[in-house]
Each structure stands twice: as C-alpha cells, then as structure tokens.
C-alpha cells in the first residue's frame, strides 16, 4: 500500500506568508469547529492505483482520530484531466487541500502592524445583552412601546430609548446622562436620539407605568409559569443626596394638587436624605407583578392592599395568601384581606405575616415563654443569614387563637371609628439558637452606641440615636431632631426583658388548617423580595436617584422594574441555579472586540453562557463571527 499525503505544514507557510511593501502580518481563522484535514490516499491494487480523498476527524464519542472516504477517484489508468500536461496525483492533492480549507471555511485577515488608535478608539462591545434582548422580544415590549409611541408626536424612537436604559441598568447601571454616553458599548446602534429625548421619554415611561406592569404579566404567564397561590409583599426605600425634602403641589386656597415624592423618612440606613419609598408585590416563584411609589413620609402600612388590590382587578387572579413582614401586620391589613376568618371555608385572600414576640401582648409572651407543647422537628436545608433559617431539630408549637384587633372605620360624615372584632387566627412560634445569636448581637452594638450617646449626647441627634435610642431613659428631642440634654441613663431592665425572648420568632397566619412547617416555608420567601431589594440598590446601583420629577422617578423606576423582570426571568429559565451577581459577572464579560473589516472576536465562555446557550437556542460559544452573523443573533 502506497499513501500519500497532503503537505500541510508547506501548504500554510505558502497561504500565511506574502511580500508586501509595508510590514503585515496574515492571520488565519477557523470559523467552524477544530481542523479536519483532507488529503489524498493513493492504494495499490492488482488492477493499479486507487485514488480516493480522505478526511482525518475527531470521534466525539471516543474521542480518538479516524478517517473516512469523503471522494472517491478511481484508477490512476482511467483518469483523464482536460489538460494531459497536469499530473493527476498532484492536481487531486491540491483538490483536497483546497476541499479541506473550504470545509472549515477558512479566510486570511490582513492586519497592519503599523495601524495606530485614534483617541477615544473603543471597539469593545458587548453581547450579553442578548439574552435579555431575548426576553424583551418574548414579553413583546417592543410591540408596546411602538403602540405607545403612535399616540405621541415624537420623531425619536421611545422603543430603542426603553431598551437601552433597561440593558444599561442591568449591566453598566448609571446616571441617565452617563448611559446616554456609554450607548455605543452595546453592539447595535442606540444612536438617533439625544439626551434631552431620554429625558423627555421618561415623562411617557411614568404615564405608563401600570399599563407595562399588566403587559408584562399578562405576556409572561404564557411562556412562564407564574404561581399566584402565594404573593409576597414588601416596602422598600431610596435616598436622594438632596439637601431639602420637596415641598407638595397647592392650588391658590391651599389644597392639595400633587404630592411630591422626596420626603423625609425612616430611611432604612438611617441616612437623614430625603427619600422615596416603594412597595413591590412579587408571585410566589419569585418574580416582580406590580410595584407602586408614594412620599417617604408616608407609612408603608396603608399602600400594600391598594397595589393587592389594582393587580387583582387588572390580571384578573383569584384567592391568593399574602405574606408580608411584621411591619404590615396591622389590624386594618388583617380585616381588610380575611375578615373574620370565623367560617370553615372563607373565599377572602389570606395571610401569613411576621409577628413581633418582644410587642405582643402580656398573654401571648406567656405562652411563647411557657416550654410546654413545644415539639422537635428534624429537618434539614440550605443555611442562609435570616432569621427564619433552620439546620437540624426545628422546636416549634402553634395554636389556634381568638385574636381582637380594632379597625378603623369612617362614618359618614367623615369621622374615624374605632371598632373592636374577633378572628380566628394561627399562631407559631419556634425557637433558633442562630436567631438568639443574631439578636444578642444586634442588641449589643445598640447598647454599646447607647453607652456613647449616654457619655455624649452631642454627637448625635433624631436620625443618628435611632437604634440606640431605645435603651435610654429620659431621652427626647428638639422640634429640630437635637437631643435635649436631661439626666440621661442606660436602661437595664429594658435589655434584661429583651433577652428573656432571644432566638423566639412568631409567625401568625389566617390558613387554620396550614402545617407550621408549612408556614414558615412560606413565609421564608420573602427572602426572595428581600433579595430584590438589594438587587436594585447593589447590582443595579438605583441609588442615590439623580432624577427630580415625579415624572421622571416615575419613569426611572418604570425602566428599574422591568429590569428586575427580565432578571428574574432569566434566573426562572436556568433553574434558579445562579445569582444574580453571577449571571451578571459573565454576561458583563462576553465582548468582542473588532479584529477586521468584517470580523469579530469572542474572549469569554463559561458554564453559565453555556447553559444559557441551550435554554433560549442562543450561539454564543463560536470565538470569530462576521458583522452580519451577529447582527443576525441579536434579531431575536
């Protein structure tokens, strides 16, 4: 047997190498797969020489080299060129040759090693986006803003506007102007529009802000499983490094016309800048349904059953158990959602909230402290920072109780009434030895600040005691917030009570019959909304708000929510089995960078592109792309 082979090593030397009068440097680029070499295979056989084109490959499953005939010739003897002076051997080895480069789709990319950048040159760009670009053609948000944009007179395109400000906030969150700057970093164009029309386009955002809530659940629940048996509630706040609060809109009598929205208030790092405060109503897999913003100054107790009850009457779902934090657990909250709950089947919503052991009342202390029917409960799972979490035995015990709360009516002349009624109510209560920990920490660092502000007061006013504040007497303030210097003292038997309940939590709830186990798991997902919050003002960097308006705070946070959709979105798609810190770190990191006329090149690829490669049918593993092939992935 005779073979002969292709000489690949002379066969690149002569495509890799030029005489060219200025310095250049040939690269080429395997735009498919790792090399597969043809070549020619010359047999000997009784009736003379066979000629057949071979291909060498990689096996995947066994991963060892093989060949296989892709051409077969013939005898030497029988074949018969159009030019008789051509040796047939050495035409059919440069055949293969040029049948293997053309296969791997192989090209030559000049580069001119004395090209120089320009200032300001930046030919990174980013492709990440196109996952979430994804999303946003699924929900169909472009088709919405185009909707939109026709009851407007506006020369400038609302659609690429929302889209730049939502996949620059999940990536390269920034002030508006910043953003407007950075808008060529992304891969397609954002161009065509000015600043002083992203400005002008966040008054539109605003005034539509509930219609694009109900679009995206409504073009989400089709494609997404979105589980409303359970809705999370919670309120969450945003400073402004403003020096002044707003001051409300009044018509020439004094009445009220518009309520500002930059008001002092319990801000949650007890910074002293005014704030705005959100509330945000989340479904039971963990992603945003509505949200709603009101004055700082207000208390966030009174706004969860208005957004409740707008997402009712415009999804248009049924029962549904919401579960809030105890600083919603109000009377009127409890009333208003389950009524009496004093029927075997009531039709009203329910209620899981958080209950307060060290406020409640002298009766429900006594038995949260008495050790009889406490049970232990094994059970295991993943350890996380809050309180509710338990590794290992989970003591608990619950009751059923006839809970009087007083709710406020108006009568009709506008007067408040004070009205006392009766629930049915469960209540659970466990114990955590994490949970005591936490808490005698927390209460520590409190006393040792009450300590300094004991031994000196003028270092701290309204704002800055908060915390500390409670564990001393005599303690009060100036109309100002400044401490009026009396006979200040440490207040002992305040922190000796306070540890009598170290490591108890209580969960109340309006589900009689619901297992405590149960109960907590359910209330443990406010973990996820809570986690939306530090989304917004870490990943997404919503704070300080630089924009004035209500309008405009409308429509920044109109861009914000839908940024948190399409996050979540996302998360839901790959099994909840990334962060969100994670999923943004290397979709930050999948750039190109432009190499040629017509080419690209990728430098990142890792588990996460990978899985979402598969999950949305997205190519992201190729290392060169031309132009068109990228813009033909962004087309989704």
């Not at 030497?76 to 051997?89: E, M, V």
């Not at 992304?186 to 802000?209: C, K, M, N, V, W």
């Not at 409308?554 to 798609?573: E, M, N, P, S």
């Amino acid at each position: 047997m005779c073979t002969v082979r292709f000489n690949r090593t002379f066969f690149c030397k002569y495509l890799l190498f030029s005489v060219c009068r200025i310095v250049t440097f040939y690269v080429i680029i395997y735009l498919s797969g790792a090399l597969c070499l043809m070549y020619l295979r010359v047999v000997n056989k009784p009736k003379g020489k066979y000629l057949t084109i071979c291909e060498s490959y990689r096996d995947k499953t066994t991963k060892k080299s093989k060949e296989r005939i892709v051409k077969t010739i013939g005898y030497l003897d029988n074949i018969h060129l159009d030019d008789s002076s051509i040796d047939p051997i050495e035409y059919y080895t440069q055949l293969a040759a040029q049948m293997s480069l053309e296969k791997k789709k192989t090209t030559s990319i000049k580069i001119d090693l004395n090209t120089e950048l320009t200032t300001d040159t930046d030919e990174i760009k980013n492709i990440g986006y196109v996952v979430f670009k994804y999303i946003y053609k699924e929900l169909e948000l472009d088709k919405f803003w185009k909707n939109i944009s026709s009851k407007y007179e506006i020369e400038y395109d609302l659609d690429k506007i929302f889209q730049l400000m939502v996949f620059s906030r999940i990536l390269f969150p920034a002030s508006k102007k910043k953003t407007f700057e950075n808008r060529n970093f992304f891969f397609e164009s954002f161009d065509g529009f000015e600043l002083e029309d992203a400005y002008r386009s966040l008054d539109i955002f605003g005034e539509h802000e509930e219609e694009l809530q109900k679009w995206i659940y409504d073009h989400s629940v089709t494609k997404y499983h979105r589980d409303l048996s359970a809705t999370f509630f919670d309120c969450t706040n945003y400073y402004y490094d403003i020096s002044k609060p707003d001051i409300d809109d009044l018509d020439d009598d004094g009445n009220l016309i518009l309520k500002r929205y930059r008001k002092y208030g319990p801000e949650k790092n007890h910074r002293k800048d005014p704030i705005v405060e959100l509330g945000l109503l989340m479904d039971n897999t963990g992603i945003p349904l509505a949200y709603d913003l009101f004055p700082g100054n207000e208390s966030e107790k009174v706004h969860m059953l208005p957004i409740i009850n707008r997402a009712r009457s415009q999804y248009g779902f049924g029962r549904t158990i919401v579960v809030a934090d105890r600083g919603l657990n109000t009377s009127d909250n409890i009333f208003m959602l389950n009524g009496k709950n004093n029927t075997e089947h009531n039709p009203r919503d329910g209620y899981i909230y958080g209950q307060s052991v060290r406020g409640a009342d002298k009766e429900f202390k006594e038995w949260v402290l008495n050790q009889n029917e406490y049970k232990n409960t094994k059970i295991e799972e993943n350890d996380t920072d809050d309180e509710t979490s338990m590794n290992g035995i989970f003591r608990h015990k619950s009751r059923i109780y006839p809970k009087k709360i007083y709710i406020t009516r108006e009568k009709n002349d506008g007067s408040i009434l004070k009205q006392s009624i009766t629930v049915d109510q469960k209540q659970m209560v466990y114990y955590s030895e994490k949970y005591k920990k936490k808490q005698k920490l927390e209460r520590d660092r409190a006393v040792e600040r009450a300590v300094d502000l004991i031994a000196h007061p003028k270092k701290y006013d309204k704002v800055s005691a908060k915390g500390a504040s409670g564990y001393v007497m005599n303690l009060s303030f100036t109309q100002d917030g400044e401490i009026v210097n009396k006979k200040l003292a440490l207040d002992i038997d305040k922190i000796a009570e306070e540890e009598k309940y170290d490591g108890y939590y209580s969960i109340v709830t309006s589900e009689l019959k619901m297992d405590d186990i149960e109960i907590r798991e359910k209330y443990r997902g406010l973990i996820r909304i809570e986690d939306t919050f530090k989304i917004t003002k870490s990943e997404f960097d919503t704070r300080p708000i630089y924009v004035r308006t209500n309008e405009h705070i409308d429509g920044h946070f109109t861009t914000c929510f839908t940024a948190l959709v399409l996050i979540r979105l996302l998360q839901v798609k790959l099994g909840n089995r990334y962060t969100v810190g994670k999923l943004l770190t290397s979709l930050k990191k999948c750039n190109c960078a432009h190499i040629d006329s017509n080419y690209h090149q990728f430098f990142y690829y890792d588990e996460i592109l990978e899985n979402i490669s598969k999950k949305y049918s997205i190519e992201l593993s190729k290392k060169y792309r031309t132009a068109n092939e990228i813009r033909r992935l962004l087309k989704y």
